[in-house]
């Protein structure tokens, strides 16, 4: 079965700082990956998204960036965090051919102080 | 622009009751997907339903329902015997080319 990890999963970090969240998928392959942000536990907002290695959109412009260095691997970057960065970060992946709706990580709760 | 709204910021409901959320989009595509996500304290999201476009059928899945209505561009959820483990943040999402657009959510809570 497949399964996705995000870590990790509470964070709090300085002004300034870099950040480097981390999602991996088990049991599948060529996997949709998503990144998205859900502040004050409204809405969430579609930040990234990657149909393949090495290709990514950005739907959002702003201080964050994304990479998918292999097939399940996705990572969310900034080099230097702003406190508007704070929030809730959830990872999530969907069946290549898409359709199916989106299975999500347990999401990384980041402060920015 | 694919946009999804949820009208009812919060909600509660009395255990065993039946309460229904609304959800209205909009879009110029003929063919896409809809979904209801929960999200419970633990904010870890839960698919609860999905609905094809093409299909009339309106989806259930135990005690969650849907009332699709595809001109109306209206997918509101049905939650039937209400449970204290159905208290979440409930969204509704659009799927077109492989994204997800999410509505605001609604906080629902379900009271003994």
């Known amino acids: 079965s497949q399964t996705i990890h995000q870590w990790p999963a509470t964070l709090v970090q300085p002004v300034g700082s870099p950040l480097s969240l981390e999602c991996t998928v088990e049991g599948t392959s060529n996997p949709n990956l998503y990144w998205y942000r859900q502040a004050a536990g409204r809405g969430l907002q579609l930040l990234f998204y990657?149909?393949?290695?090495?290709?990514i959109s950005s739907e959002v412009p702003q201080n964050l960036s994304a990479s998918r260095p292999q097939d399940r691997q996705f990572i969310l970057s900034s080099k230097k965090l702003l406190l508007s960065d704070s929030g809730f970060y959830l990872c999530?992946?969907?069946?290549?051919?898409?359709?199916?709706?989106?299975?999500f990580g347990s999401g990384t709760r980041l402060t920015v102080v | 622009a694919q946009t999804v709204t949820q009208s009812q910021p919060e909600m509660s409901v009395q255990e065993a009751e039946t309460v229904t959320l609304s959800c209205t989009y909009d879009?110029?595509?003929?063919?896409?997907?809809l979904f209801w996500y929960k999200q419970p304290p633990s904010r870890q999201m839960i698919l609860v339903i999905r609905q094809e476009a093409y299909k009339q059928q309106n989806a259930t899945e135990n005690r969650f329902s849907v009332n699709f209505q595809k001109a109306a561009k209206s997918f509101s959820l049905k939650i039937s015997d209400s449970q204290l483990g159905d208290t979440a943040m409930y969204f509704c999402?659009?799927?077109?080319?492989?994204?997800?657009?999410f509505g605001a959510g609604t906080i629902l809570r379900v009271k003994s």
């Open positions: 879009t110029s595509e003929s063919n896409y997907y």
């Open positions: 999530a992946w969907s069946p290549e051919e898409g359709n199916y709706g989106y299975t």
């Open positions: 999402a659009f799927e077109y080319g492989n994204k997800l657009v």
């Open positions: 990657s149909v393949g290695i090495g290709q």
